[in-house]
C-alpha cells in the first residue's frame, strides 16, 4: 500500500493542480484547431507519449517483481487512468462555479482510492 500511495502522490501532484487544467484546455484547443501546425502537433504527442513510456517502470515499483512485464504495462496503465481521473474530477470541480465536496473530503476519496486499489493488488 506504501508503494501506491507513493505512486498516487506523484500523479495527485501533477494532476490536482489549476495549471494542469490551463495546460489540458490549450492542448484540447490546438489539437482540435485544423490551423494547428503539424511540428505542434507532434510535439503535443511527444509529450504524452513520454508519460506513457515512464508507466511501466512506475509500475514495476508498485507492483513489485511478480507480474509478468505485460500484466504490469496493463496494470499501470488501468491504475493510471483511475488515478488520473479522479484528480482531474476533484480539479474540475474546484474550479466549477458550485458549491464543492471541500479538500479533507478529496482527501479521504483518495485515501479510500489507494485502500481499495491496494486491497484489489492483493487479490
Known sequence: EA??????????????????????????????????????????????????????????AVLGDGPSDAEVVETSRFLYNVVRGLALDQELLDAMPVEHSGAAAFDAQRDE??????ASLHH
Open 113 to 118: 482510492l489507494v485502500r481499495v486499489l491496494a
Open 3 to 60: 508503494r501506491l500511495g507513493c505512486f498516487v502522490d506523484a500523479l495527485w501532484a501533477y494532476y490536482r493542480r489549476p495549471e494542469f487544467l490551463a495546460y489540458m484546455q490549450v492542448v484540447l484547443n490546438l489539437s482540435h484547431d485544423p490551423t494547428t501546425a503539424d511540428s505542434t502537433r507532434v510535439a503535443l504527442k511527444t509529450s504524452h507519449d513520454q508519460v506513457g513510456s515512464r508507466l511501466p517502470e512506475l509500475g514495476r
